[in-house]
T-cell receptor, first 113, second 112 residues
Framework: DAGITQSPRHKVTETGTPVTLRCHQT?????MYWYRQDPGHGLRLIHY???????DKGEVSDGYSVSRSKTEDFLLTLESATSSQTSVYFC????????????FGQGTRLTVV | SQQGEEDPQALSIQEGENATMNCSYK?????LQWYRQNSGRGLVHLIL?????REKHSGRLRVTLDTSKKSSSLLITASRAADTASYFC????????????FGPGTRLSVLP
């Protein structure tokens, strides 16, 4: 799995609470991504980072924020979790090589009750 | 959106048969990649084809790309039960950063 660790792997939280998911990589890849996967939608990009402190929004960024203070760590925060954010979240990384492949973490299953 | 769309959504075949999955997309791309996802796991990269390539092989995998039709196909020959998984295409944009967009995937079941 190319040295990508997501934590936690599973989490159940209550509506309205803040939640932070962590992605840690040991590959020194420049690009990092957060996706969510829901039935019938494939993977949808939430936020991505193209370097330390350089982040941008994806197609489904509402309700989410990210931070990248170190190359190896990319944090995804749900400021106030809602039931619609129940999903499986995947982190991915990619080197700076143009058109290179992405490496994925094992995913975090988040349930908001 | 330049989202890739895989077709069919689900495919069931017998072991030893070939499996073909298709991907269509909407805008110009730099490359197209195929990924496999086993149940409960992350995606694993299978193969990448660049926009100036028409066909690429990797083991039992054959990928074609037709940029005039904005489509790609993934052929898995002599399928095995272990090929049972979901397969996703991802398009790498021609004119925007390093992001790529995934389609909803094809669920392949290979029956023993």
């Amino acid at each position: 799995d190319a040295g990508i660790t997501q934590s936690p792997r599973h989490k159940v939280t209550e509506t309205g609470t803040p939640v932070t998911l962590r992605c840690h990589q040991t590959e020194n890849h420049r690009y990092m991504y957060w996706y969510r996967q829901d039935p019938g939608h494939g993977l949808r990009l939430i936020h991505y980072s193209y370097g330390v402190k350089d982040t941008d929004k994806g197609e489904v960024s509402d309700g989410y924020s990210v931070s990248r203070s170190k190359t190896e760590d990319f944090l995804l925060t749900l400021e106030s979790a809602t039931s619609s954010q129940t999903s499986v979240y995947f982190c991915a990384t990619k080197s700076g090589t143009e058109g290179g492949e992405a490496f994925f973490g094992q995913g975090t299953r988040l349930t908001v009750v | 959106s330049q989202q890739g769309e895989e077709d069919p959504q689900a495919l069931s075949i017998q072991e030893g048969e070939n499996a073909t999955m298709n991907c269509s997309y909407k805008t110009s791309i730099n490359n197209l990649q195929w990924y496999r996802q086993n149940s409960g796991r992350g995606l694993v990269h299978l193969i990448l084809i660049r926009s100036n390539e028409r066909e690429k092989h990797s083991g039992r995998l054959r990928v074609t790309l037709d940029t005039s039709k904005k489509s790609s196909s993934l052929l898995i020959t002599a399928s095995r039960a272990a090929d049972t998984a979901s397969y996703f295409c991802a398009t790498g944009p021609a004119n925007y950063g390093q992001n790529f967009v995934f389609g909803p995937g094809t669920r392949l079941s290979v029956l023993p």
